[in-house]
């Protein structure tokens, strides 16, 4: 298996007391954080409170760039995304994991204006019932297909985010759900990488445990024997 750490990563939030709608569609955020290294942070969130004083909606996303050019041309399955989170999740909180426009090629910095760098019309993976484990273990989500064909881009940058503010849905109920997390692992991508190049067996070795021929990587090679 093949794994790439983030080059990039961190989180901001937003907040509004007009409407959930100017929180999740608006440009830009506060409380910018990049690289952190704490072991116990929040860094997905949403939380409404309203009372006698008025409403507030507030947001909280987490972006990560990889640098796959590497693996541009190769064939990809199994594509995972890990993360370390921590018991201090909220149980059962649902994200989802879009497309980001941010952190350029995978190597600028998280800045305020990048709140609204988000495709929300690619989702990468996430639901209802995709949670963000509410445990100390190394946890993942299987990507789909749209995120390995981000792969031919040579970068895939990716937004966390509570799965109702994916899905655009105002909360109907008040509180606070949080995503916590340990950047004693960077966030990194396993997936498994196949190169083109030469697709038979060679002396009657299976293709598949073929990895150069002669020092050559097979994914540079045609022909052997002219075969």
């Not at 909606?57 to 890990?82: G, N, P």
């Not at 899905?167 to 960077?186: A, E, L, V």
């Amino acid at each position: 298996m093949a794994t790439v750490n983030a080059s990039k990563y961190g989180y901001m939030q937003s907040a509004s007391t007009e409407s959930f709608a100017e929180v999740r569609n608006g440009s830009t955020g506060n409380g910018v954080v990049n690289q952190p290294t704490s072991s116990n942070v929040v860094v997905v969130r949403r939380n409404y409170v309203t009372g006698g004083k008025g409403s507030e909606w507030s947001l909280k996303r987490s972006w990560w760039a990889f640098d796959v050019s590497s693996y541009a041309s190769d064939t990809i399955t199994d594509l995972r995304l890990y993360y370390d989170p921590t018991t201090n999740t909220s149980s059962n909180f649902p994200v989802a994991i879009v497309k980001s426009t941010a952190q350029g090629n995978a190597n600028s910095n998280l800045v305020s204006g990048d709140w609204d760098s988000v495709d929300f019309n690619t989702v990468y993976a996430g639901g209802a019932t995709t949670y963000w484990a509410d445990t100390n273990d190394l946890s993942y989500f299987s990507l789909n297909a749209n995120a390995v064909s981000a792969f031919t881009s040579n970068y895939l940058k990716v937004c966390v985010m509570w799965y109702q503010d994916y899905t655009n849905t105002t909360p109907s109920s008040t509180g606070i759900q949080s995503g916590y997390q340990n950047f004693g692992t960077i966030p990194y991508l396993s997936f498994t990488a196949t190169g083109a190049g030469y697709e038979n067996n060679v002396t009657g070795v299976l293709n598949s445990n073929i990895s150069r021929i002669v020092g050559l990587p097979k994914s540079a090679i045609s022909k052997v024997s002219g075969a």
